[in-house]
């Protein structure tokens, strides 16, 4: 079975950093692009970052600069390091599998979450 | 930057038929991929590359793509398919969200 499970989650003071994991297990993580994508209470989903086979990385102006994607494939893991932490950036954060060409990803499966809280 | 436009909310009657757009600037002329999402729960998959449904996704969800609107089309609507719905689609690096639409199951 495909999954991906999260954590890291937590209460961080704004202007602090946060490390978010995400284990995979059930298929070759080595081969697909992962996304981490979030969603603030009561509202839509944002996507946060992706991170291709080779390493390669992309973002949106929202976090550039600030959150950092990376990936273990020997550990089947997934990290976003996030750095200067707002209260806006406050949400679940999701790990998705990227499935699909590259460009143009589709997310399946999807991680249940983890909780990020900025707030002193 | 571009932008994915969704009705807030739809209604549908049980056992009628839902039809849920996403518009944007020439939306036609890119893949668009639909996840369902249901209090609490993470985001599923039910359509990708416009009109194509994933395994254990049932044949009453289908989607189309031309011009300025995708639309995701819930056949026999059942009380089980209450949810938000999200179109996603790529933009040059990016990737961009529709805002959502709630679906309501009367």
């Known amino acids: 079975e495909v999954q991906l499970v999260e954590s890291g989650g937590g209460l961080v003071q704004p202007g602090g950093s946060l490390r978010l994991s995400c284990a995979a297990s059930?298929?070759?993580?080595?081969?697909?692009?992962m996304h981490w994508v979030r969603q603030a209470t009561g509202k839509g989903l944002e996507w946060v970052s992706a991170?291709?086979?080779?390493?390669?990385?992309y973002y949106p102006g929202s976090v550039k600069g600030r959150f950092t994607i990376s990936r273990e494939n020997a550990k089947n893991s997934l990290y976003l390091q996030m750095n200067s932490l707002r209260a806006g950036d406050t949400a679940v954060y999701y790990c998705?599998?990227?499935?699909?060409?590259?460009?143009?990803?589709?997310?399946?499966?999807w991680g249940q979450g983890t909780l990020v809280t900025v707030s002193s | 930057s571009y932008e994915l436009t969704q009705p807030l909310s739809v209604s549908v009657a049980l056992g009628q038929t839902a039809r849920i757009t996403c518009g944007g600037n020439?939306?036609?002329?890119?893949?668009v991929h639909w996840y369902q999402q249901k209090p609490g729960q993470a985001p599923v998959l039910v359509i990708y590359?416009?009109?194509n449904r994933p395994s254990g996704i049932p044949e009453r969800f289908s989607g189309s793509n031309s011009g300025n609107t995708a639309t995701l089309t819930i056949s026999r609507a059942q009380a089980g398919d209450e949810a938000d719905y999200y179109c996603?689609?790529?933009?040059?690096?990016?990737?961009?969200f529709g805002g959502g639409t709630k679906l309501t199951v009367l």
């Open positions: 998705a599998r990227g499935y699909g060409i590259r460009g143009n990803n589709w997310f399946d499966p």
């Open positions: 059930g298929f070759t993580f080595s081969s697909y692009d």
């Open positions: 991170i291709g086979t080779a390493g390669d990385t």
């Open positions: 020439n939306i036609g002329s890119k893949n």
């Open positions: 590359r416009d009109s």
């Open positions: 996603q689609v790529w933009d040059s690096s990016d990737v961009v």
